[in-house]
């Protein structure tokens, strides 16, 4: 054969000009698709005073020898690889000799390779490298890659692109990711992100010499799955029955090549070793795509990409794509609503798109819209409701089944907190448990689960996390509800009265009413549902009348929500409830009388949180099985004596501040797992501490007020303070503190601690209480105005009648878990906090610092380091990492806030307000290690006031200020509109004007 037939010629040498640049292997040529003969050089200069041509036709002869050689190679290989397959299972084979000669045969040529290669000359083909066999082989590999092309739409967004390079790089590392999960919810794109993949890995050289992709099946099976990979690789194990067997031959043909396998939509583990794909060896890529994080973490994937959903802006393009033409102007915000409610989920997007194809009426397009939202399903729409029920099903646990649909009912105008969530399934009866803290961890198990399927998403901010569920998922769940006749769901579809009483089904067990805007439930109607358990009516803001005839026949009720309506008076007849478990009147701020609760013997919730309720209901005596009371923010003021200790299953009280309670009688409920109330003094709360079990497990916030009536003292002597080890907030208001301190020593668990208003401290916390302030998450200090350091032994005047001027130093780790600090109206402190305790706040988040009128210094040298530095001449370095906001306001005297450099590299906000006295922000605002002035990346505003201040204070560097101008705020109109705890600041400040813009 004559290599210069180009019709026979396939594999793809460099251009001359890439020979001439040097290229270091074929895959850099800029045009490798040539074929030889394409590329041979034109007369041109003499190179070492031998004529190109002849010079290149000496190469040609020995590259040709080469070639045949790989070519003579490459066709004993396949021979071999053929007849190992076939006799690899015989231990006695006789053409094991033979494999053995065409081996050293083999090794042979390719040493000839080398030479001939070698001898053709680097000056021709390129600068050659250690291994020459190394550079053949990529060649090689480059035109032998196998795989199935497969096709693809246009992607949107640019995670897409950032997914395919984080992909393909992962697989091309040969050390560290041998599996990658991809996944996300039904119809996100996981599928199509996966094809990209593919294609990139065959159109790009690699070192993989195939790319199989198999499509994983609901109904997967191992036998199933060995097939279509035998097929792949040229295998027949059409008569090979025992699995063991088939995945011992499919493991010997896999194991010596170099390969990804991508699994499409899986849903089901899959065992590799039991397939016969090799596992943990650096030659096999695996990638596949699920729903599930958990089937990611299943399969053991070192790396796991979640696809996410489009942006409006990606959306919006993907649509119009699909939808081909541009839209007239009237119809533009009805696709922006369509867009809304698709969320940026690819199927929901496409899906919409086909369906309004050339369709130009406007009422068309908001009859499509009034659907979607109202999830009436439509034959256009039932690829999205299929797709999507797919989770649902897979759930496979009429349980967690249960838990999705009833939080599609919970899922409104808002997103909520987990322990919201679990609340309310509770409620429903969905998780029943002995304690509150069995049934919390029964919840968070179900949300995880729902979050690894991707039935629901969940955000963090600012330590809570809330959870929400999708638009169109939501929608499938009601969809699923509504197809049941025992279930009427109608939530957020604007409705201004109840639903025909004659569709309501005998056997209705369910009903949600939510968001809507009924006004009324007249009198006279009256529903036979015998069998109706759950009434969700919540959220109805202008619902302000219920008639008594409404739940006469009602008598299987168990959760009633009236939440945040407009309700003045309950009916009487809601007395005749005997089964009623939860009952929510949370934020009726208009009811005022809840009839008498005496018959309702089963209730385990009654919820009055933020309604105008303004005395206890009657009989509550009798609720014995009571387990959830909430009496916060109403306008009851007493709660009578007695009462609490006949309700023994109470494991939730919350009484809130606005009434007191004696400490004997709380301490009386020994299920108690979360407590807030108000205790009459110090004393009371001494004997709630003293009489209470020891459960470890139970949540306090805990007020200890001093009243016009009454001292509260918390000292040394016999009336000292004594806390629940298990107490995790802490409130002291109006208290007068004789000790000079206040001993948290047995509070080891306290997570927030807040004082306002009390006397008699002049050190906050006591040395010896340094194992609780490891534990503290957030600090509020207030109006304490004998205040003059936060750590102390006693009184001011430590050494004799010498009043120590700097503040004492904590043990190590004091506040270690400290991210919110807050101090304000504190006239006699100086200093803040010990240069020593700098160490310990590398969890500080946020700092604000207000109307502390004497405070000259927030970090200080302590006695005999003034001399000290730790820098050799530079000044003290310090480091608070996840530092976000630090606010300083109204201190006339503050001079410093340390002498040293505090980096914090997550600084977003500065706020200085009337620190005239100020003459450097000690807090470093600039990249470190760059030779351009640039200013942390994280830093979005830095609020000044006046702007005088601004121009006193002082910079290392000259074009400091002019680099941080674009980011300054000076004028006060300006930062009250810009930040709203400002204006509250100015405004109890009485600062005039500031009323106008609030």
């Known amino acids: 054969m004559n290599i210069f037939d180009s019709s026979l010629i396939v594999i793809p040498l460099p251009c001359p000009t890439c020979l001439q640049s040097k290229f270091a292997s074929f895959s850099a040529c800029c045009d490798s698709s040539k074929s030889f003969g394409e590329i041979l050089p034109s007369k041109g200069p003499t190179k070492m005073g031998r004529p190109k041509d002849q010079m290149f036709w000496e190469h040609v002869e020995g590259i040709e020898a080469a070639f045949e050689a790989i070519q003579r190679a490459n066709k004993r290989r396949k021979t071999m690889r053929s007849s190992s397959i076939n006799e690899v299972y015989n231990p006695i084979s006789k053409q094991q000799n033979h494999e053995v000669e065409d081996e050293e045969r083999m090794q042979m040529e390719v040493q ?27 060649s090689v590999q480059f035109v032998e890659t196998k795989g199935e092309k497969l096709l693809t739409t246009k992607l949107k967004g640019e995670a897409f692109e950032t997914h395919i390079k984080e992909i393909c790089s992962c697989l091309r590392d040969a050390d560290n990711v041998s599996k990658v999960g991809i996944y996300g919810m039904g119809g996100v794109g996981k599928t199509e992100l996966a094809k990209h993949v593919n294609n990139e890995l065959l159109r790009t050289p690699s070192p993989f010499h195939h790319v199989y992709w198999v499509t994983v099946s609901p109904d997967f099976s191992i036998h199933k799955l060995q097939d279509t990979i035998a097929r792949m690789v040229d295998l027949d194990l059409s008569s090979v029955d025992d699995k063991h067997i088939r995945a ?3 493991f010997e043909v896999l194991k010596d090549k170099n390969f990804v396998l991508i699994l499409d939509d899986m849903w089901n583990y899959i065992p590799l070793e039991m397939v016969g794909i090799p596992d943990n060896v650096k030659s096999c890529k695996l990638v596949l795509t699920t729903r599930s994080l958990n089937m990611c973490r299943k399969m053991d994937c070192q790396k796991n990409i979640k696809v996410k959903l489009l942006s409006l802006k990606a959306s919006r393009e993907l649509f119009f794509q699909d939808l081909g033409y541009q839209i007239v102007p009237s119809l533009e915000k009805i696709a922006e609503s369509i867009l809304l409610e698709c969320e940026g989920l690819p199927l929901g997007i496409k899906v919409m798109a086909r369906n309004m194809k050339q369709v130009d009426d406007i009422h068309e397009w908001s009859n499509a819209l009034d659907k979607l939202r109202r999830s009436i399903p439509e034959q256009e729409n039932l690829e999205i409701f299929n797709e999507l029920k797919r989770s649902y099903d897979y759930l496979n646990d009429p349980t967690l089944q249960q838990c999705f649909l009833y939080l599609a009912l919970y899922q409104g105008l808002w997103d909520y907190e987990r322990e919201e969530m679990i609340e309310f399934l509770i409620d429903v009866e969905v998780i029943e448990g002995e304690s509150r803290r069995e049934e919390f961890n029964e919840g968070h198990t179900m949300l995880d689960k729902l979050l690894n399927l991707c039935l629901l998403e969940e955000e963090e901010e600012e330590d809570t996390y809330t959870v929400r569920m999708h638009n169109l998922l939501k929608n499938m769940a009601i969809q699923i509800m509504n197809a049941d006749a025992r279930v009427i769901v109608k939530n957020d579809e604007e409705l201004s009265e109840m639903p025909e009483w004659g569709n309501w089904s005998k056997d209705l067990v369910r009903i949600s009413l939510s968001g809507n805007d009924i006004h009324k439930i007249p009198s006279g109607h009256s529903p036979s549902c015998p069998n109706l358990s759950t009434a969700l009516l919540g959220k109805n803001r202008n619902l302000s009348l219920i008639g008594y005839s409404f739940f006469k026949q009602l008598h299987s009720l168990k959760m009633l929500d009236l939440s945040w309506t407009a309700i003045e008076k309950l009916p009487t007849s809601i007395s005749h409830l005997v089964n009623l478990s939860a009952l929510l009147l949370r934020g009726c701020e208009k009811l005022r009388h809840v009839p008498s609760l005496a018959a309702l013997w089963a209730l385990k919730k009654l919820d009055l949180y933020g309604s105008g309720v303004e005395k206890v209901p009657k009989g509550i005596k009798l609720l014995s099985n009571l387990r959830y009371l909430d009496l916060r923010g109403t306008r009851i003021e007493e709660l009578q004596a007695g009462i609490l200790p006949k309700l023994s299953q109470l494991r939730f009280l919350r009484l809130g501040f606005s009434f007191t309670v004696e400490g004997k009688e709380v301490a009386s409920l020994r299920k108690l797992e979360e407590l807030q109330c108000r205790f009459y003094g110090v004393g009371e709360l001494n004997t709630f501490v003293t009489c209470k079990p020891s459960t470890g497990q139970t949540r306090y916030r805990l007020l200890a ?30 208290c007068n503190i004789e000790s000079g301190s206040v001993c948290l020593e047995n509070a080891i668990e306290l997570k927030c601690f807040d004082i306002d208003d009390c006397e008699g401290l002049e050190c906050l916390f006591s040395l010896s209480s340094h194992s609780v302030l490891k534990s503290l998450e957030i600090i509020r200090i207030g109006n304490l105005k004998d205040l003059y350091f936060l750590f102390g032994e006693g009184w001011r005047t430590f050494n004799g009648d010498i009043p120590l001027t700097v503040p004492l130093s904590p043990p190590h780790v004091t506040f270690s878990l400290l991210k919110e600090f807050e101090i304000w109206n504190c006239p006699s402190m100086k200093k803040l906090f010990p240069q020593s305790l700098m160490s310990d706040l590398q969890n500080l988040e946020e700092i604000s610092v207000r109307n502390c009128v004497n405070m000259e210094e927030l970090i200080a040298l302590e006695e005999g380091q003034e001399s000290y530095n730790s820098n050799n001449g530079n000044s003290f370095i310090f480091t608070l990492p996840k530092l976000r906001m630090a606010k300083l306001f109204d201190l006339p005297e503050l001079k410093s806030i340390c002498s040293g450099e505090i980096v914090c590299d997550s600084l977003e906000t500065i706020k200085v307000w009337n620190c005239l006295k100020l003459e450097r922000i000690a807090l470093s605002l600039f990249l470190r290690d760059h030779s351009q002035l640039s200013p942390l990346p994280s830093l979005q505003a830095i609020s000044i006031y006046p702007r005088e201040s601004w121009e006193l204070i002082e910079f290392d560097h000259p074009d400091a200020k002019n680099v941080l101008l674009p980011l300054c705020h000076f004028s006060w109109c300006e930062q009250i509109l810009f930040d709203d705890d400002i204006g509250d600041h100015l405004l109890q400040q009485g600062w005039p004007g500031s009323h106008c813009l609030h």
């Open 248 to 250: 011992a031959r499919l």
């Open 705 to 734: 007020e001093q009243s016009e009536d009454m001292e509260s003292d918390i000292s040394e002597g016999g009336n000292a303070l004594s806390l629940p080890t298990d107490v995790k907030y802490l409130i002291f208001y109006s």
């Open 112 to 138: 000839v390779i080398e030479q001939v290669v070698r001898e053709a000359g680097t000056c021709f083909l390129f600068e050659m490298e250690d291994n020459v066999e190394n550079h053949v082989g990529q």
